[in-house]
């Protein structure tokens, strides 16, 4: 196994707690206590998952993940205190893959983990094999085995949560897929009022595929039922 993961809290007991358990999973740790310890590690350090708390010193937990998303895809579950469902749906937006509530379960803590874990290495290495599977879709092509996505030509960044999805309904074009199926499907557990989870996803995407994503003309929601990527008559 040996994935880095790095955990970033300014309380530091609940850094060596995470540390331990996670440790004993046969993970290795990084600790960090503020923001920008985050961000220079997240820089030097071969990091595969970020465990980070949103209220820290320096710089708090939500800028860290918007400035570390600028430069990495890889998973990161946001630790805080606050339930309100708007401070989860801000997390996401800024770039968050999951959202943790304090207190939380070593259990569930370690599940959400391994979780993201699988998810970002199911990806694989997106150098290898360039041959088959590639899907056009209008002005979208995707290409099955590099898992990469393309708009108007030019390749789009996605999270490891995005491109799941995003490979979902690429390979099922025209499909409607409720919210919780998409959750199932990509968060790889049965899901708990997933409606916002998702959503905030499928509006990250939209905002890097469409022309106009207030007006998407790919990525759509069917209102009650959920969400599909409308299939295109003429193929370029």
């Given at each position: 196994?040996?994935e ?8 530091r ?7 331990i ?39 708090d ?21 606050k ?51 590639e ?58 009022a ?43």
């Amino acid at each position: 196994m040996n994935e880095c993961v790095l955990v970033v809290d300014d309380d530091r007991e609940i850094v060596k707690a995470i540390a331990i358990l996670l440790r004993k999973e046969g993970y290795r740790v990084l600790e960090a206590y503020d923001g920008l310890k985050a961000l220079e590690l997240a820089a030097e350090q071969s990091v595969q998952l970020i465990l980070i708390d949103v209220m820290m010193p320096k710089l708090d937990g939500l800028s860290a993940v918007m400035k570390i998303r600028e430069r990495r895809n890889l998973p990161i579950i946001v630790l805080s205190a606050k339930s309100e469902e708007t401070d989860k749906i801000l997390g996401l937006s800024m770039g968050a893959d999951d959202y943790v509530t304090k207190p939380f379960s070593p259990q569930e803590l370690v599940a959400r983990v391994r979780s993201q874990l699988r998810r970002y290495t199911s990806l694989g290495d997106i150098n290898t094999a360039l041959s088959s599977g590639e899907i056009h879709n209008g002005r979208l092509s995707y290409n099955t085995e590099e898992r990469l996505l393309r708009a108007d030509g030019d390749p789009v960044k996605l999270t490891a949560t995005e491109t799941k999805i995003v490979d979902l309904l690429m390979r099922n074009l025209g499909r409607i897929f409720p919210a919780e199926e998409i959750y199932r499907r990509v968060w790889e557990e049965e899901a708990f009022a997933p409606e916002n989870t998702v959503m905030v996803h499928i509006r990250r995407i939209r905002e890097k595929i469409e022309l106009n994503p207030k007006e998407p003309e790919y990525l759509k929601v069917v209102w009650g039922i959920g969400y599909k990527i409308e299939k295109m008559e003429s193929h370029t």
